[in-house]
């Protein structure tokens, strides 16, 4: 847990300052960030579609290569 205690003759400004600094040297807010926008891991039949499809589209781009006019 963070901490930050007023000093003796700081503003309510540098304190806010000194606040924020804290917080993102911690690193609280990115663990927050990543738990919020975590995406779920692809499921093994996912995982074949999207490897079969990149295969037929780097046969089809070879293809296309192959015919394509020369320069």
């Known amino acids: 847990m963070l ?3 007023k ?3 700081e503003t309510s400004q ?3 300052h000194r606040f924020t600094k804290t917080v993102r040297q911690s690193g609280v807010l990115l663990e ?3 738990k919020k926008f975590h995406k779920r891991a692809k499921s093994a039949l996912a995982k074949k579609k ?3 499809r990149r295969v037929e589209m ?3 781009k070879i293809k296309e290569a192959k015919l394509a006019k020369p320069k």
Do not use: P
């Open 3 to 5: 901490e930050v205690r």
């Open 7 to 9: 000093k003796d003759r």
């Open 14 to 16: 540098n304190l806010a």
């Open 32 to 34: 927050l960030r990543k």
């Open 50 to 52: 999207s490897a079969i």
């Open 58 to 60: 780097k046969v089809q």
